[in-house]
């Protein structure tokens, strides 16, 4: 066994640096949460780890950037990936100019885009979520994601992005207005669909 | 400074009297009352109603309570919102008529936000928690980030006290429901599977709510849905906190709301806290449902940081969200 570092805690899951083969691999390890029976804790694990490997080895074959995954442990819940050594897009975005952080933006719309032509929901797109790297948007924690087709999905996925820009980078406030015309131009089907959604999801929220 | 708060935003009415001093929140009275529907669940003129009646007698024996005289009040605060508008309008009124015989200073504060800073004023060492905010209406995860308190996850559909609610009007159960539910679920053992609904930060009930009413159709155990309705939504309202705890990379976290008096939700948060090595609040009971001194002690830090309102300015706002106020007394 070599010896792991883990270089970062979220909440569900530990980010460990390791060696596999002889390539630099980060592992993704769920941890178990005492606070929730077995039944859920077990279930939340192995299936997030299940669908998630599903969808970034998806993700990569329509060409979203992810990275790439050399094993997958259900058992344990372990996913072994590429490391990418970039930049966390919530780390960078509130210090771009506004040009480029208009480009990113819509560079993240196209590949939401793409990920929806697809019927892949990532399920948390959060600037935490996305790491830039050689200049490209790099998707990761597919966790919550799943496949479906139906507008309402697509919707929730992108008021999930919506809301954490609005909270973590308020001060940019055009930030998810270029997110959409990045979608737009790349989604195939009616993107005008699925934005006049997002206005119902935020109307049924409390006190909209 | 020495101010008197009153809160009517739903069923109950409270006034409570606090002072500040150094810097922290001390109660000296906190008197709640509560209205119960004799069926169905709240209906708002007439808890409005309710609260027109006992609001008078209420402001009386808050005073007598704290030992104080009515002249030594500095400042009235209320409830502004969010709530319900026919509660609001009569809490209003109190607090607009007060502070014109009192002739001191009104101040409209949000609901919401009172229950984060109620924490942070009574409790040593609560300084910059992640509040997960439980009632009937409200479900938010709160934090303050960049000058507001911002919500960082909350239920799309129904609050998860509603949720309570509703199935135990189909159960046969009185309101408020959650305690039964919570009496009941001691005694559940087998876990039937619900929908566990989390979108980002974000979480929803209401398919959950149906099910469990489909297994109470089917003849499944009461004992077995209640436990399975709190293992599940408790559990997703511990990992959205958690996950709001991650991003925004804070390690308190304070409950506040009626269903912070769960004893499973309360042990579920502990546990999270105690794995990631954060650490725990919880105000005491009074003070995590909705009251008075909450409401005088937001009031306190808004009139302290500058911010003034006139009574023709007092307007009651039904939807005034946790993220609409500007966070005058924070850095």
């Known amino acids: ?208 | 400074m020495l101010c008197l708060g009153i809160e009517g935003t739903a069923h109950s009415v409270g006034v409570g009297l606090i002072k500040k001093v150094n810097e922290k929140c001390r109660v000296l009275s906190n008197v709640i009352k509560t209205y119960s529907p004799r069926q169905g669940g709240i209906h708002p003129r007439e808890a409005a109603n309710h609260h027109a009646i006992y609001i008078a007698d209420i402001i009386k024996k808050s005073i007598k309570k704290a030992k104080i005289k009515r002249g030594d009040i500095d400042l009235i605060s209320f409830s502004q919102g969010p709530g319900l508008g026919p509660c609001l309008r009569t809490t209003a009124t109190a607090a607009r008529a007060l502070s014109l015989s009192l002739d001191k200073p009104i101040i409209g504060v949000n609901h919401c936000v009172a229950h984060l800073e109620i924490g942070r004023g009574t409790l040593d060492k609560c300084k910059d928690p992640v509040l997960l905010y439980t009632s009937g209406a409200n479900t938010q995860v709160i934090a303050f980030a960049e000058g507001k308190y911002r919500v960082f996850g909350e239920t799309l559909d129904i609050g998860i006290g509603n949720c309570l609610d509703k199935f135990g009007r189909t159960i046969g159960i009185d309101f408020p429901c959650g305690p039964k539910i919570e009496q009941l679920a001691l005694d559940g053992k087998n876990y039937l599977e619900l929908p566990y609904t989390i979108k980002g930060m974000d979480i929803a009930f209401s398919g959950l709510l149906t099910a469990a009413e489909q297994f109470y159709k089917k003849g499944e155990k009461l004992e077995d849905i209640c436990y399975s309705i709190q293992e599940t939504t408790f559990a997703a309202l511990t990992e959205v906190t958690e996950r709001a705890m991650a991003h925004t990379e804070k390690n308190q976290v304070l409950l506040g709301g009626g269903v912070a008096a769960n004893k499973r939700l309360r042990d579920m948060v502990q546990k999270m806290a105690c794995e990631r090595g954060a650490s725990f609040f919880v105000p005491t009971r009074d003070l995590c449902v909705d009251n008075g001194a909450m409401i005088a002690w937001l009031g306190v830090l808004m009139y302290i940081s500058g911010i003034r309102m006139s009574v023709e300015n007092s307007f009651i706002n039904q939807r005034f969200r946790t993220d609409m106020v500007d966070v005058t007394w924070r850095d």
């Open chain 1, 1 to 208: 066994m070599i010896k792991k570092d883990i270089i970062y805690t979220g909440a569900e899951a530990e980010i460990c640096v390791s060696k596999y083969m002889n390539y630099n691999v980060v592992e993704k390890r769920r941890v178990h949460k005492s606070y929730r029976i077995d039944y859920i804790d077990n279930k939340l694990i192995s299936s997030r780890t299940r669908e998630e490997a599903k969808l970034m080895i998806e993700a990569r074959k329509i060409g979203v950037s992810v990275p790439i995954i050399y094993d997958v442990d259900l058992v344990n819940g372990i996913i072994t990936m590429e490391y990418l050594k970039g930049k966390r897009i919530k780390d960078i975005l509130n210090n771009l100019s506004e040009k480029k952080r208009q480009k990113l933006c819509k560079k993240i719309g196209e590949s939401i885009a793409r990920f929806h032509n697809n019927d892949i929901i990532h399920g948390d797109i959060t600037t935490s979520n996305m790491i830039l790297l050689d200049d490209r948007v790099h998707f990761i924690d597919f966790g919550l994601g799943e496949k479906n087709s139906e507008i309402e999905s697509k919707g929730v996925d992108l008021h999930v992005l919506m809301e954490a820009l609005e909270s973590t980078h308020s001060k940019y406030s055009n930030c998810f207005k270029y997110v959409l015309e990045g979608y737009k131009k790349e989604l195939k089907d009616d993107a005008n669909q699925v934005i006049k959604k997002i206005d119902d999801i935020v109307k049924r929220g409390r006190y909209r």
